[in-house]
């Protein structure tokens, strides 16, 4: 990524990942996605706000040649290595910077770099550091992605830099992303990949920086926002409690009777004007179905049975659902199997962490039957009765 001018003194260094399909080894980036990094230039002292991940380490070095630029400050808002990996090049390259962090943070980089306590300044929350006429805030905002997560916020320029906070996974030519509905597309995926376990703790941050002026926020992935209240919006909307009357349908199927079931519920739940997104597991992209999940209000499973346990592709997708914890309300098992299943305790145990109530589950030998049909529809009453509530 070229250095690009956000505002008078206020550059983006980081580095654009056109080619990055896939971060932790789990989570697509169709769009790929860029590890931005940011320097603040006072009168007195210039910071660089997050590094980039090591794989960019060359590209951020070059940035900071292009800007000429003496680095006085490192400061560090988020230990994971996409943000601090470089962190050691730029050290080398400026020795007498000191990495500014919070002490969560100062923990995790210690654990992984080589850093002397002379090399960092640990600074409490809401406290300032002073560049001269420019000022740097301080802000703890826990588990937006980590527990050592902070947003720094430059008070002058009123621009909130929220490392993962608000980010997207997209590589893009534009510094700024776009004020119209597309942008959203990204930052919802990512909300739901990245965010969405944390909602009490978005929450929380969210009243911790309501009160800033915001000009812009730069995120530590994709384009900067210039409509912050928009996505602060969002982002309450998403991590609420309040939940939409869209029903979720994984499904898979091995010889055609689940999702005869599957799609038949389908059918009986449109004909009742109910909104239905379902997802064929052996061909579906994980993020569309994220998405979808982070309003949802019932998932329909829909597997066959393995070996007495549900199909593996709706094991691995249902330990990942738990873990992201959506704000689902209600929930149904349906299937089929040849001899025997305990499918019904086994998908209840993997969703452990959800509160959710059950409908009554419907699991049929072979092939389903007219009276098997009829159960589907009133599964599609059941599901109805609940809408809105
Ligand atoms: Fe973009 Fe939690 O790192």
């Not at 000429?68 to 910077?97: C, M, R, T, W």
């Not at 430059?154 to 993962?164: G, H, K, N, T």
């Not at 249902?318 to 704000?327: M, W």
Request: charged share 20%; with cysteine; net charge negative.
């Amino acid at each position: 990524m070229a250095v690009r001018i956000i505002k008078s003194g206020i550059y983006s260094v980081g580095a654009i990942d056109w080619d990055r399909k896939l971060f932790d080894e789990l989570i697509p980036l169709p769009q790929g996605t860029s590890y931005n990094s940011y320097i603040v230039e006072g009168t007195n002292k210039t910071a660089l706000i997050d590094t980039v991940d090591p794989t960019k380490t060359q590209e951020l070095l070059y940035n900071l040649d292009e800007t000429g630029l003496n680095i006085d400050y490192i400061i560090s808002n988020h230990a994971e290595q996409d943000h601090s990996g470089s962190i050691p090049a730029v050290l080398e390259k400026f020795p007498d910077a000191v990495i500014v962090t919070n002490p969560q943070c100062e923990k995790l980089l210690k654990s992984f770099f080589e850093l002397s306590n002379a090399k960092l300044k640990v600074i409490g929350d809401g406290e300032t550091l002073s560049l001269g006429d420019k000022t740097l805030k301080f802000i703890f905002t826990p588990w937006v992605h980590w527990p050592d997560t902070m947003v720094t916020y430059a008070i002058e320029d009123e621009i909130l830099f929220s490392c993962d906070f608000f980010g997207s996974h997209l590589a893009t030519s534009e510094l700024f992303g776009p004020e119209d509905i597309s942008r959203l597309i990204p930052s919802k995926r990512y909300y739901a990949e990245i965010m969405m376990p944390f909602r009490p703790m978005i929450l929380n941050n969210l009243k911790k920086i309501e009160s800033l002026e915001i000009e812009i926020i730069g995120p530590s992935h994709g384009p900067l926002i210039l409509n912050p209240t928009e996505i602060m919006n969002l982002y309450v909307k998403w991590a609420s409690n309040e939940s939409s009357n869209q029903v979720v349908i994984p499904y898979v199927s091995m010889h055609g009777s689940t999702e005869l079931m599957a799609k038949y519920l389908i059918d009986a739940l449109i004909k009742r004007g109910i909104e239905v997104k379902p997802f064929n597991l052996s061909k579906m992209e994980l993020g569309e179905f994220l998405i979808d999940l982070v309003d949802s209000s019932t998932l329909v499973m829909a597997a066959p049975t393995v070996l007495t346990k549900p199909h593996p592709f709706m094991a691995q997708i249902l330990y990942l659902v738990n873990v992201l914890r959506p704000k689902l309300k209600y929930g149904a098992i349906i299937g089929s199997y040849g001899w025997g299943t305990m499918m019904e305790d086994e998908i209840k145990g993997l969703l452990n962490n959800l509160k959710i109530n059950y409908h009554e589950t419907l699991l049929i030998k072979g092939l389903p039957k007219e009276e098997d049909f009829k159960k589907l529809d009133n599964l599609a009453d059941q599901i109805l009765e609940t809408m809105g509530n």
